[in-house]
């Protein structure tokens, strides 16, 4: 079993070469999870929580620029037929700069706002210098989005922890030196300028030049704006909570409640990451409407990544509130009743978290827009009616709520691309519904102590 197991996965097929990607990456999400969190647990000893709300409203923002810098340019090479021509690339590359800089001075113009709305008025100057990490990103090479492409996992990942790692390293020699958030500012400055150097010194390719070829423009802009407005809108899916609880909870609470949601998240982040980059090539090069052989390959692959990202989500259901006790002081013991709750209401998320990238693989982005905007509009209502009738818990409860009205559209989508699969869903459901249930009965006073937060 052992032999046949080792040689299906040295096969060039590409399902062989989806499960090589995925195995790699996830071994590197583990390992970045690890520095994140050996990190994290360090820099609790040299900051406040107070500190911690403030890193969170930075990361907030700044996530949320580079989701607005991303055009589709990522998603447009990898499933283009044109994805391995030059002339493609490097006007991808040339549009990626000038966006790079466009957002700067958008941050440049969000910064003093940002920081009234927060009434913290040094935002206004972390947000100015941070954003300039934006412009570095720009000149990223495309040979990225080339090893994403054909499923070349190994030298990226290495790449990324080392960028990581080096990031990490700088953040925690200037939180000590410093004791302040321009610890976080610089050392994602550091962290940027890192990435752009491994890129050019050990990604393989032929170098990126300034060019401008109208019809590959034009198959960018096209496939790219929805993309662009899906991303406006799935950063309201993935940073609603923060944007709106930030002004709910005083400094150190979003601190307390940001901690919980680090640990919470890990397994919809590493769900998030190894569809967005595997499936495409899998849709792609092997669609689900073309063949039975082709949708139970996809169902194979569908069923293990479900499995393994349900008993983590579970995992963390379970044990969060214990994790929280064990690795930080008393100040952050409400955070265990935050990774409880957010955990679970990953459930929804993770079942159908491998249609949507169908979409895309056919070039339809448009549907992908529309979904994404659905579960928008979902989110932020039910976060802020959450909010209104019972506090924090109330309000991650409506955001999980968000996730299960979405579905009847995810549905729709996926039956169109032929990628759907009910046995799929309801096996995982069923699944979902008994494990939190028990996760639920044994962290329930954990629940409960949420109600405090946001009421003092």
Request: glycine letters at 10%; a positive charge; aromatic letters at 10%.
């Amino acid at each position: 079993m052992t032999t046949a197991l080792m040689g299906r996965l040295r096969s060039a097929d590409i399902g062989s070469r989806a499960l090589r990607s995925a195995g790699i990456m996830i071994a590197g999400f583990g390992a970045s999870q690890l520095l994140r969190l050996g990190s994290n647990l360090l820099l609790t000893r040299l900051l406040f929580p107070e500190a911690f709300g403030i890193m969170a409203i930075i990361m907030v923002v700044m996530m949320g620029l580079n989701m607005f810098s991303d055009v589709g340019l990522t998603p447009a090479i990898m499933q283009s037929r044109r994805g391995d021509d030059p002339a493609f690339l490097d006007t991808a590359w040339t549009i990626q700069i000038g966006r790079g800089i466009a957002l700067w001075l958008v941050a440049l113009a969000l910064a003093a706002p940002a920081a009234q709305w927060y009434d913290e008025p040094m935002l206004a100057h972390y947000l100015s210098v941070a954003a300039f990490a934006l412009v570095i990103n720009g000149f990223n090479p495309t040979r990225l989005d080339t090893a994403h492409r054909h499923l070349r996992a190994g030298r990226v990942t290495l790449i990324e922890l080392s960028t990581q790692a080096t990031q990490l390293v700088v953040g925690l020699v200037l939180a000590w030196a410093w004791g302040s958030v321009w610890a976080l500012v610089a050392s994602g400055l550091a962290g940027a300028l890192a990435q752009l150097v491994y890129l050019n010194l050990f990604l393989p390719g032929p170098r990126n030049r300034l060019r401008f070829e109208r019809s590959a423009a034009s198959e960018l802009v096209h496939f790219g704006k929805w993309i662009f407005l899906s991303t406006v809108a799935g950063f309201a899916v993935a940073q609603g909570d923060r944007l709106i609880i930030g002004s709910y909870l005083s400094l150190s609470e979003f601190g307390i409640y940001n901690i919980g949601l680090f640990l919470a998240t890990f397994p919809v982040m590493l769900g998030h990451m190894v569809t967005r980059r595997v499936l495409i090539p899998v849709y792609r090069d092997s669609p689900p409407g073309r063949s039975r052989a082709d949708f139970m390959r996809l169902r194979r692959l569908r069923m293990l990544a479900s499995a393994g990202l349900l008993a983590a989500t579970c995992a963390l259901g379970l044990l969060g509130d214990w994790l929280i006790g064990v690795m930080y002081d008393a100040r952050y013991a409400a955070a265990g009743g935050v990774v409880v709750l957010v955990a679970l209401l990953q459930i929804p998320v993770l079942i159908g978290i491998t249609y949507d990238q169908a979409l895309l693989a056919s070039g339809r982005s448009r549907g992908f827009f529309a979904l994404q905007a659905l579960r928008a509009v979902l989110t932020l209502a039910g976060l802020a009616g959450g909010l209104v009738w019972a506090g924090l818990w109330g309000g991650l409860l409506g955001q999980g709520a968000a996730q299960i009205l979405a579905y009847p559209l995810l549905v729709a989508l996926a039956r169109r691309e032929r990628a759907w699969d009910p046995l799929h869903d309801l096996v995982f459901a069923a699944a979902g519904l008994l494990l939190a249930a028990l996760c639920l009965w044994v962290n329930w006073p954990a629940i409960m102590a949420l109600d405090t937060l946001g009421r003092s």
